[in-house]
């Protein structure tokens, strides 16, 4: 198993795939989305696996993605629920994890709370608020470092924690 070098949470809108590219690109290492990975191998969006298969089946298959990403090394980003099923807490918790801590008012101008994302589809900014209240003593307890992305653009984010990987080495 290989050690990843950058494992990426946070809240839907933090800028985890974007950021997670760049640095990537940066350490020249291979990226892997957790979440684009699975929309592959299922042939399906991951709004489309919630309403077909449902949410139990979605973080099974998430749980599962996360593991075979993290043992393949390079900078790995992970759906903003990950962290929160317990056998992927514990196999985040060994890791160096970049929690990307984003306001509301960044959120919701990077990812518009469209019904792309599952979990917000309904009243999307007091539905991002409370999983947000309910995530970070999660996010902020497996985090090696946290990044806050407010008001930032994602080549600045990404320098900050190619610096913090590098002397972390």
Do not use: C
């Not at 990426?8 to 640095?23: E, S």
């Not at 009243?123 to 409370?130: D, I, S």
């Amino acid at each position: 198993m290989t050690t990843p070098v950058a494992v990426l949470i946070g809240p839907p809108g933090a800028g985890k795939t974007t950021v997670g590219r760049l640095v990537a690109e940066q350490l020249g290492t291979e990226f892997i989305d957790t979440d684009k990975l699975i929309e592959t191998e299922q042939q399906l969006t991951i709004s489309d696996i919630f309403v077909e298969r449902g949410e139990a089946h979605f973080r099974e298959l998430e749980a599962d993605a996360v593991a075979r990403a993290t043992s393949a090394g390079g900078v790995v980003a992970v759906g903003g629920g990950a962290p929160m099923t317990e056998a992927t807490a514990q196999l985040l918790a060994p890791l160096p994890v970049v929690f990307l801590d984003v306001s509301i008012a960044d959120a919701a101008g990077r990812v518009g709370f469209s019904g792309a994302r599952p979990l917000l589809a309904v009243n999307p900014r007091a539905t991002w608020t409370r999983l947000m209240g309910e995530r970070r003593p999660t996010y902020e307890r497996l985090a090696t470092w946290i990044v806050s992305t407010e008001g930032r653009e994602p080549a600045d984010v990404a320098a900050e924690i190619v610096a913090k990987v590098r002397n972390h080495e």
